[in-house]
Nanobody
Framework: QVQLVESGGGLVQAGGSLRLSCAASGSIFSRNFMGWYRQAPGKQRELVARINLGGSTNYADSVKGRFTISRDNGKNTVYLQMNSLKPEDTAVYYC????????????WGQGTQVTVSS
């Protein structure tokens, strides 16, 4: 069974920082890419950052230069360091592998809420 457990969210003022963590089961963490996704109220879930086993990263334009994704392969954990947070970053943040297959898309953790106040 795929397990994804996100943590580290909270309420922060604009300009602040948060660090999210995601512990994943080995079956999913061993996939080449892991990603952080977010879903804001009334919007579709979107990919904000991804990282492969070798450490290469990609970011959505909206977070480039502010967010940093990293992974600890020994701990099956992926992180998202979020700096210079903006109110529009408010969302529930999830991790999962990338790209999403039908199976992966039916397996999500509880997510972690990030709320940025202006």
């Amino acid at each position: 069974q795929v397990q994804l457990v996100e943590s580290g969210g909270g309420l922060v003022q604009a300009g602040g920082s948060l660090r999210l963590s995601c512990a994943a089961s080995g079956s999913i963490f061993s996939r080449n890419f892991m990603g952080w996704y977010r879903q804001a109220p009334g919007k579709q879930r979107e990919l904000v950052a991804r990282i492969n086993l070798g450490g290469s990263t990609n970011y959505a334009d909206s977070v480039k230069g502010r967010f940093t994704i990293s992974r600890d392969n020994g701990k099956n954990t992926v992180y998202l360091q979020m700096n210079s947070l903006k109110p529009e970053d408010t969302a529930v943040y999830y991790c999962n592998a990338w790209p999403l297959t039908a199976l992966l898309n039916n397996n999500w953790g509880q997510g972690t809420q990030v709320t940025v106040s202006s």
